[in-house]
């Protein structure tokens, strides 16, 4: 099983959708989020026309800052496509975005 | 804010990042400005060098590492400690890293614990390094106050200067070896003193001769002349030393001039206290003189010997109150500024073997 297949089949509880994030970055997630939302619209069009190289730099930059924030499943879901990108995975990559789009419909936030 | 905080410069293309890693670092008392690629923040970098720069490798553009060879290769910037911000897993980034010139190293996901502690790293390095740096400077800055300070009793401001700017490998002309040069040397000395202090209070003496220095010692200063000795009632001030002055003469024959007047209303103020010196009396000559550091390991001063300097010290010794005695070639030295003089003829002076062409001229 190879990239964005494992991240679909892999069984996301409730516990998942649970992000801590410090409190001094509180004003910071809206915009965070927001841009999340527009990334999930420039994977969609990037799968749409095939663009695998545009795909592995979102992907990329997902697993860069997802973590950084506290969205450690945003880090996994960007591995994930980053991979299947370099592989051509098509079918996994869309797994990986709807996946990735269910993520931020229920994520949950709490400060501390 | 305060003026003295840590400014670290944020290089990251991704917005969200730049955010995060500012905010992190503002909580921690530091001031941070991001850019979002290389060509930015090598503007940003030299306009306004920044105390850390935290470099995503990956950027638009130019890449993380050639802005790290930049930033290194600029004397104004190599200094500025560089992390580079590389995924956790890429270790052939962090080699290229370090060839390209980085400090330290970061993960990305960026976790804050280790960000704030690499940044306070370079940070007490960096601030350590520019402590020893400002006490580096400061030691500098006294030493050639001190310097200046110390040829300002011998010569004149800009001369003094003058060395303090052109202060090298080699040091001042007073650390190189003996040179022979040719100067022009202006014997001053203060008639009648010697009968003076044999009925006058010590303490009203030294004022005198305070006054009277002061005001001849300026004189020569105006002029951009070097003094040698100051010894009793007697000053020896030359020119084309230590730095060549092409009017040499002209500026000996003025700087006569010019402490004759000066000296003028001080004498007058110590004759109406009832003083009883009668004036200033001057020798000038010029000629072929070794100048140098002479002494023992004791004591040593810089000094001038030579030819024209033991004609001027003969004639001074020979001239009257308010006249000056010049030798024939001074007195060409001196050029067209020199009118007046009055040929005395040939002169035979103690100590040297050929008679002396002797001009002399009232002041």
Redesign the interface.
Known sequence: MRGCAAAYNRRMNEANYKVKV?R??ED?IP??LS?RKKELDTLRVALASADFEQLRQLG??M???????GFDHV?TLGKYIEDGARSGDRAGLETCIRDYAEYLSKVQIAYE | MSAQAFRVLVVDDDPDMQRMLARMLEAEGMRAAAVPDGDAALVQAMASPPDLVLLDVMLPGMDGFAVCERLKRDPGTAMIPIVLVTALEDSASRVRGIRAGADDFLSKPVQRDELIARVQTLRRLHETRRELERERLAAEVNRKESLRKAFARYMSPRIAERIMAELGDEGTPFQRGPQRVNVVALFADLRGFTRLTESTQVDEVVGLLNDYFAVISEAAYRHDGTIFSMAGDNLLTAFNVPFSQPDAGRRAWETAHDMAKSVKPVLSRWRQRGGSTTGVGFGLASGDAIIGNVGSPHYMSYTIIGDAVNVAARLVQLAQPDELLISGPALHAAGATASGARSRGKMALRGRTEPVEVYAVGL
């Open positions: 410090a001094d970055l910071l915009v965070f841009n990329h930059r697993k860069g800052v997802g973590m950084s924030y880090s």
